[in-house]
């Protein structure tokens, strides 16, 4: 069976320090990949999603860029933080093949900036 | 351009009450709806979707939802909540064409199941 794992769960940096957040898919072949933010009482705001190894694509212009070196592994980053960075973060995932699949989510990462 | 909106933010009930949340979409050909659950401390999970065929789907726990086209509406229903309902739920439109659709996302609306 499939599964996903999104690490770490909770992560707190200073502002400007740098970030990664790794999602990997187990189970399944070149599936589509998906980053969100989610924010209380705003639901989930998709901000990079990716069919397959290297091809990425921007939702929303923001100081977070995203990356997939290998085909089951999506990675969130920054060079330099900022306080509204904080937030909730999940990865996603869904069958490549067939967009209108479900997507399956991980258990996200609570990242605090101070 | 594409929305998903839900039109309940927070919703309390007793148990054993009926429960009914809408969500209605803005697009104009075919569409993928899901219903969401994300429980607390707890990741999303699917509760249930309709892609085609019967417009009334059944999903786990005892959730169904009702997609009525000439509305835009696919509203989830349960006839008795019980505590473990307690949630927030999120509806959801995969819309487009080609292998780029995305999900549409509602904001989602709190349940809170008082026992």
């Known amino acids: 069976s499939q599964t996903i794992h999104q690490w770490p769960a909770t992560l707190v940096q200073p502002v400007g320090s740098p970030l990664s957040l790794e999602c990997t898919v187990e189970g399944t072949s070149n599936p589509n990949l998906y980053w969100y933010r989610q924010a209380a009482g705003r639901g989930l705001q998709l901000l990079f999603y990716?069919?397959?190894?290297?091809?990425i694509s921007s939702e929303v212009p923001q100081n977070l860029s995203a990356s997939r070196p290998q085909d089951r592994q999506f990675i969130l980053s920054s060079k330099k933080l900022l306080l509204s960075d904080s937030g909730f973060y999940l990865c996603a995932w869904s069958v490549g093949a067939r967009s209108n699949q479900p997507q399956h989510f991980g258990d996200g990462t609570r990242l605090s900036i101070l | 351009a594409q929305s998903v909106s839900q039109h309940n933010h927070h919703v309390i009930l007793s148990e054993a009450a009926s429960l009914e949340l809408g969500c209605n979409y803005s697009?104009?050909?075919?569409?993928?709806l899901f219903w969401y659950v994300q429980y607390p401390g707890q990741h999303l999970q699917l509760l249930l979707k309709?892609?085609?065929?019967d417009p009334l789907v059944k999903g786990i726990k005892g959730f169904e939802a009702e997609f009525i086209k000439s509305k835009f509406s696919f509203n989830l229903r349960k006839p008795s909540v019980q505590w473990s309902d307690t949630a927030e739920y999120f509806c959801a439109v995969n819309a487009g064409a080609g292998n780029n659709r995305k999900l549409i996302w509602g904001l989602g609306t709190s349940l809170a199941v008082n026992p």
């Open positions: 697009y104009g050909g075919t569409v993928n």
């Open positions: 309709y892609f085609s065929g």
């Open positions: 990716s069919v397959g190894i290297g091809q």
